[in-house]
């Protein structure tokens, strides 16, 4: 999981300002005037080859009764109590204020790492940091956001806190559990589990973080993700939900393999589709897990009906594995387990370079790309240089020559000679000039 910075602090201290520095754009709206940022804006940075999400907030007025401002002090609490370090924002140029007092006690009280910026420190004097001390945060931090100095030393600071990731290179196979609110996915963690590891109700979003558990089964070490329900973004209004499908996110992102959960009552929907394709656009192996199969009423054909329907909603994934299960009452649930194992060994095959080449070279002899504007693409080498997802480079004449149907076709023939159900594959090309 990316570790997460919230920058809070009082209003117009400069906080978007940094966001916008750090992110590389200009996403959140700054203006010279409090109250601008009103909600929780993120995005995917790096520091020194350390990605980390970061989170704008809106101004602190904790003593406030105006409703905007609690709402959005309640923003901001909540944007503390995800992160893994907190940058706090003060104002060089009015020294500090009674509000900073206030937000420094909330932050002490989390008992998360802090690193205290004093913004707006144009014309850098050590005497204007001194009494930022009195703020009880340890060494203050002068920065000028707007003119990009010092952004670079809270940086170093924020990212030496970042927890060292203790399960990451365990060994362990990390699947993480993901589909709607309700469609069963801790009943499916417990079950795998043998034991009540999530809370279980029928309200949708009971889950609100993403929760890690090892486990061994068969002599394999497993760490299954059980996370928030995804809904759809117009239907994501509750803060405390917001950061769960946040968390959500991550989890793929960090995962080896993905279950997809899906209610085999409702079938699949428009979001669930959603949530496949990002997992597909993550390059993740992955399975489709049709839950509640015992409430379904079935006939011989039933399977056969749901296959039909995954293959028409899945055609830009069409590599997919699926199971039918009851979680309730563990109907082929450990199945779901080891198709996730055999997906995730398919993503981790290499194909030896010699059979690679002689293969793709055999189907271009069959169907010869077509030509274009009197040029035709011609294959002179092939490799694979990675796994996980499998990806294979092919060194061509002219790489604007290779069409997408083309590609496509150089992917069912991989597919057909090897097994790489489960898991995306990638093609890239990179152009040879030719001799003359």
């Given amino acids: 999981m990316n570790p997460v910075i919230a920058i809070v602090g009082r209003p117009n201290v400069g906080k978007s ?11 959140a709206i700054t203006e010279d005037r409090p109250g601008v940022t009103r909600d929780r804006i993120t995005a995917d940075c790096e520091w020194r080859g350390k990605p980390f999400t970061l989170i704008d907030t809106g101004g602190i007025e904790l ?9 959005i002090a309640l923003q901001a ?5 995800t992160a893994d370090v907190i940058l706090f924002f003060t104002d060089a140029r009015e ?40 703020l009880g945060l340890g060494e203050p931090y002068g920065v ?13 600071q924020a990212v030496a806190f970042f927890p060292k990731g203790e399960t990451e290179e365990d060994g362990s196979l990390k699947i993480a559990v993901v589909g709607k609110p309700n469609a069963g996915k801790s009943s499916l963690v417990n079950r795998l589990l043998g034991e009540d590891r999530s809370i279980v109700t029928e309200i949708a979003g009971t889950t609100r973080d993403a929760i890690d558990t090892r486990f061994v089964r068969g002599g394999k070490a497993y760490t ?26 991550d989890a793929i992102r960090r995962a080896d393999v993905v279950l997809l959960v899906v209610d085999a009552t409702q079938g699949i929907t428009e979001q669930d589709v959603k949530i496949a394709g990002m997992v597909h656009e993550e390059g993740k192996p992955s399975v489709i897990v049709m839950n509640k199969w015992d409430l379904v009423e079935k006939d011989t054909h039933t399977i056969e009906k749901f296959e039909s329907g995954l293959r028409e909603d899945l055609k830009f994934m069409d590599y997919f594995k699926s199971v039918y299960i009851s979680a309730k009452t563990g109907q082929r649930a450990d199945k779901a387990l080891a ?6 060994a398919h993503a981790s095959f290499r194909v030896p370079t010699g059979e690679l080449n002689d293969l793709l070279i055999d189907a271009v002899r069959v169907s010869e790309p077509p030509s274009y504007l009197g040029k035709r693409l011609k294959l002179y080498y092939a490799a694979q240089v990675s ?37 995306p594959i990638r093609i890239r090309v990179r152009s040879k000039k030719e001799k003359e």
Wanted: with cysteine; proline share 3%; charged share 30%.
């Fill in 144 to 156: 000028s956001a707007e003119h990009s100095r010092g952004i670079g030393d809270v940086l170093d």
């Fill in 77 to 81: 609490q909540l944007a503390v109590e």
């Fill in 224 to 249: 299954i993700i059980d996370t928030a329900g995804i809904r759809r973004k117009r239907s994501v209004t509750d803060d405390v939900e917001y950061y769960s499908v946040l968390r959500a996110f």
């Fill in 387 to 423: 796994v996980c997802p499998p990806l294979f480079a092919l060194q061509v004449n002219d790489e604007t020559l290779l069409h997408f149907s083309y590609a496509r076709y150089l992917e069912n023939v991989i597919r057909g000679a090897y097994d790489f159900s489960g898991t």
């Fill in 63 to 71: 003593k406030s009764e105006d409703v905007m401002w609690k709402q």
């Fill in 17 to 27: 300002t940094f966001f916008n520095k750090v992110a590389g754009r200009k996403i």
């Fill in 95 to 134: 020294g500090v204020n009674p509000s900073d007092y206030d937000v420094a006690d909330l932050l002490r009280r989390s008992k998360k790492p802090v690193v205290l910026v004093v913004n707006k420190l144009d014309d850098y004097s050590p005497d204007k940091l001194f009494e930022f001390y009195a």
């Fill in 339 to 344: 198709l996730a194992a055999e997906a995730y």
